[in-house]
């Protein structure tokens, strides 16, 4: 199992969302969390100058998946998150070791 973790612009959340349930994804965790980039927050950067970094606000989301379903979210979140202009975010991929349904005691995939 994976977690994928993807820092969007927080209008993109219901377009995400969609191409999500879309492809069969059953839950997602959304943290409004604040963050930087390369421009440093900045929307242009002049040579020479120094600018303080700034903190914009994005949205993290988390869905835990199996494993052979990595691609293919990462693919649509991906689509749905990008406008192509700088911003757009960043997804990123870690292992889970182990996931509990609470109500049920379904574990690992049983349990996403
Ligand atoms: N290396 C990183 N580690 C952790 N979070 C990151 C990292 N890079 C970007 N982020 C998060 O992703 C958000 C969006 O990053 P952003 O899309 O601006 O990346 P970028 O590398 O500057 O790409 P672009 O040139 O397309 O803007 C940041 O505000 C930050 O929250
Ligand atoms: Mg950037």
């Known amino acids: 199992m994976k977690i994928v973790m993807a820092i969007i612009k927080p209008f ?5 969302r969609d191409a999500l349930t879309g492809i069969g994804v059953h839950g997602l965790t959304v943290t409004e969390v604040k ?3 390369r421009q440093k927050g900045h929307t242009e950067i002049y040579r020479g100058a120094e600018y303080a970094v700034s903190f914009l606000p994005k949205l993290k989301i988390e ?5 052979d379903l990595t691609s293919s979210v990462i693919d649509a979140i991906a689509a749905a998150a990008r406008t192509g202009q700088i911003g757009d975010g960043k997804i990123f991929v870690v292992p889970l070791e182990k996931a509990v349904r609470i109500r049920t005691g ?6 996403l």
């Open 106 to 111: 379904e574990t690992d995939v049983d349990a």
């Open 63 to 67: 869905v835990a998946v199996a494993a």
């Open 12 to 16: 993109k959340l219901e377009e995400v």
């Open 35 to 37: 963050g930087y980039g």
